[in-house]
């Protein structure tokens, strides 16, 4: 009997785990235990020896019992402390910023955009970036023969075998917009229309998917001197300066008539440009009175309504404003450029709390 309870009492102690715990409770006082077939064997006993190993037995089964009780509970306890030491948190330690995400500065100066011109009562809208040629093209006053067609490295998709309509195109420039809003809401009307474009074209200052922003307002009377006030508030507000000169020169686009390309009087000291100030002068969009086959072609009359339409870079203006030199980092999802050049994901643009900050 003592050696039975030494050989259970040191398993016990040294169990490892739970399940090691169990298979020797089975052992020693499961049904067919050690000490239960010994139990058993008290009935094959005479009287005077039963009442001498009766209790023995009993008292031994009681202290494997307690022994396997107490082992259990350390086990658990240690398993409690083992888990409360990995998954310790410290809920005073402060966020780690470098492990953030941030903003694509082309999404920034969307958001930027769209709260400068939404202050000016612009709506924001939308149109399909596989676009009809005939919005891309036709709608805007720019025929199959017409050399901007040759121009604006369209891409084509595909047609099936046999089927000779015109090709849908990935849209060239967000100006088919324009047709789309007019087509379903009509005049008056003020929108803005950002989002992706695509042409044929990569180098430093192009890649085949860029970003523009169309404007569009429509009214009964609505003229150059209306395009330009608009124009200047934008600069002003996107470039955060108080005063900015700018320069309209005669152009040239089908969907406009007259035509005007915007400069911005700007410096270059020390590489770095500067808005608003010094001897030269910086493109940054197209711009015109909309053609009146254009607004026919959006069904509205061009004897009762007129309008303005311009056309930015995006990218290009993201680059102006916050020095960005090569456009093609863009959309390469390095994360060191990410990580440089993005923002922080709560400093939403606002005209009143600030643009850029
Ligand atoms: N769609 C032109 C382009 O992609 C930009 C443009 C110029 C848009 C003049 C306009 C505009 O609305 O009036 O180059």
């Known amino acids: 009997m003592n050696d039975l309870r030494d050989k259970y009492l040191t398993a016990i102690a040294d169990a490892a785990g739970e399940s090691a715990l169990e298979d020797l409770r089975l052992a020693a006082v499961g049904k067919k235990g050690e000490i239960s077939l010994k139990m058993r064997e008290l009935g094959k006993m005479s009287p005077e020896e039963r009442q001498v190993m009766g209790p023995k037995l009993n008292a031994l089964k009681d202290e494997i019992n307690s022994a396997l009780a107490a082992k259990k509970q350390a086990l658990s306890d240690a398993a409690l402390d083992e888990r409360l030491r990995t998954e310790w948190l410290d809920v005073t330690l402060p966020a780690r910023p470098q492990r953030q995400g941030s903003i694509h500065p082309v999404s920034q100066v969307t958001e930027e955009v769209t709260a400068i011109f939404a202050d000016m009562g612009f709506a924001v809208a939308e149109g399909p970036q596989v676009e009809s040629d005939w919005h891309n093209f036709d709608a805007l006053n720019i025929p199959g023969h017409h050399p901007a067609r040759a121009e604006m490295d369209t891409f084509y998709m595909h047609r099936a075998d046999g089927d000779d309509r015109p090709p849908h195109v990935l849209r060239t420039h967000t100006s088919p917009v324009q047709i789309r809003s007019m087509e379903l809401a009509g005049a008056p009307l003020r929108v803005i229309c950002p989002g992706r474009v695509y042409r044929a074209d990569y180098d430093q200052t192009h890649t085949p998917m ?12 609505i003229s150059m001197a209306n395009l330009k006030w608009v124009l200047e508030e934008f600069v002003k507000a996107f470039f955060e300066v108080d005063e900015v000169e700018l320069r309209f020169r005669a152009s040239h686009f089908p969907f406009t008539e007259p035509s005007a390309e915007v400069d911005i009087r700007c410096s270059w000291e020390g590489g770095t440009l500067k808005v608003g100030e010094g001897d030269d002068w ?3 969009l197209g711009s ?21 339409a311009f056309g930015v870079g995006i990218d290009r203006i993201a680059m102006l404003k916050y020095g960005i030199p090569d456009l093609r980092a863009f959309f390469e999802s390095d994360l060191r450029w990410l990580r440089h050049y993005g923002f922080a994901a709560l400093d939403v643009p606002t005209i009143r709390g600030g643009l850029s900050r």
Not at 210 to 221: C, R, S, T
Not at 293 to 300: E, R, S, T, W
């Open 210 to 221: 860029f970003h523009q922003v169309e404007g569009l307002a429509i009214d009964k009377d």
């Open 282 to 284: 910086l493109e940054i």
């Open 288 to 308: 015109g009175m909309v053609h009146p086959k254009v607004l026919m072609a959006g069904n509205i009359d061009p004897a009762a309504w007129q309008g303005f």
